[in-house]
């Protein structure tokens, strides 16, 4: 298995990993019906074979989601992960606004169909595209989380599974359409995200439930996921955790909005993250070309007034700093680059300790990034090349 990669919610996709998915999405309409990794063939296999009860509901379904991202990767960029869609952590607005668009502007400037908003339906369903119902009160969304949040405190397996059947069914009837019937839900496109999500709760109660799957469970057969070069049907067990499949979740993400990134700004941990073991924490500074000016950027958490002059060695608040090697040491004019296409610059810093010292659960983190030139005086933060800043918590 060549590593991990990580689900991340569709809201904190940066714009270059929709663009990535919507090609990718837009490349499996394309294909024919008989291909393994067309829309069409996946789409239709929820119809035929899949299973909503007890035991089954949760194995099949990761395993489904699995072989659409598998197509994902396989028919445009093995860099593609499933992002989800989270209904189940808290006040929600509904279908994620990726989704929610007929059209979307591609890279090229264009407004073309948005494959996240509408997926095309076989003939045998009566051809055209999927369609939603727009007459939900978006308040139900809070019933829906409020539900799978019980459900994460189920102690058994199988309370666990009944208990987020029911939120989740909820889901499909208030998405409507195609998504309230078995032989439909596989073509509408937020099919996909929506079963990330119910995967991704299950994640979640396996880190607090550790152990191994009910024996019903794991020996269940999973039609139509065969075993490689063999007849036999895939088992429960062949899906009991995410890391034997290649995957895990981002637990927390938070995308930054360009006018924030320099203030004090704010977020809210999910308690549920506090009972789980913290593989890590992240703060990813993202741009698409190199520094031109060198400088630090310090990192504080629950500081009351960072600055320059914020103490960093033994302040327990201070949670590391990125150094940005440019090409400028001060205001002097940049020196011509080559650039690789799609060459990223990305800087990652690992804030866990601090994070776990200065938080609690459920109470309000505070965080401020500080940009330092050389000569230890502030930079403006326009001369800070940046494009995005990201918090992930796995
Ligand atoms: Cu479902």
Redesign the pocket.
């Known amino acids: 298995m060549n590593g991990i990669h990580y689900r991340r919610n569709i809201d904190c996709l940066t714009s270059d990993q929709l663009h990535d998915l919507r090609e990718a999405l837009a490349a499996m309409f394309e294909l024919p019906a008989e291909d393994g990794n067309s829309f069409e063939k996946i789409g239709g296999l929820?119809g035929s074979d899949?299973e909503?009860g007890s035991p089954g509901f949760l194995t099949w379904?990761r395993a489904y989601i699995d072989v659409f991202e598998k197509a994902l990767q396989c028919c445009c960029d093995n860099s593609i992960s499933l992002p989800f869609w989270d209904w189940s952590s808290g006040p929600s607005t509904g279908v994620p606004s990726a989704c929610a668009t007929s059209t979307y502007v591609n890279r090229d400037g264009d407004s073309v169909p948005n494959p996240l908003y509408a997926g095309p339906l076989p003939s045998s369903l009566g051809g055209g595209m999927t369609a939603r119902r727009s007459d939900v009160d978006t308040r139900t969304y809070d019933l829906i989380a409020t539900a799978a949040q019980n459900a994460l405190n189920q102690s058994s397996f199988s309370s666990f599974q009944n208990m987020l059947n029911g939120p989740?069914?909820s889901?499909?009837l208030n998405v409507g359409g195609q998504?309230m019937t078995f032989a439909g839900?596989g073509f509408d496109p937020i099919?996909y995200l929506?079963?990330s999500n119910?995967d991704r709760v299950w994640a979640q109660w396996q880190n607090t439930h550790p152990g191994t799957l009910p024996a019903n469970e794991a020996s269940l057969e999973l039609e139509p996921f065969n075993m490689p070069y063999s007849a036999d049907w895939k088992t429960g067990a062949d899906f009991a955790t995410t890391d034997q499949l290649g995957y895990r979740y981002s637990t927390f993400c938070y995308f930054l909005p360009p006018i924030v990134w320099w203030d004090i700004f704010k977020f809210r941990l999910d308690p549920h993250w506090f009972k789980m073991d913290i593989k890590s924490a992240k703060l990813v500074l993202k741009s698409g070309s190199m520094p031109v000016r060198s400088m630090e950027i310090r990192v504080f958490i629950n500081e009351p007034e960072p600055s320059v002059k914020t103490p960093t060695l033994g302040n327990p608040r201070f949670a590391g700093s990125l150094g940005m090697f440019g090409m400028t040491a001060g205001d002097e004019p940049a020196m011509q680059m080559k650039r690789r296409p799609n060459q990223r610059f990305d800087l990652e810093l690992d804030i866990s300790r601090t994070l776990v010292k200065q938080s609690a659960s459920g109470e309000e983190v505070s965080m401020k990034l500080v940009p330092v030139g050389i000569d230890g005086q502030a930079v403006s933060p326009d001369k800070v090349n940046l494009d995005g800043i990201e918090i992930l918590i796995d």
Do not use: P, R
């Open positions: 929820h899949c909503h379904h989740h069914g889901v499909h998504m839900a099919f929506h079963h119910v």
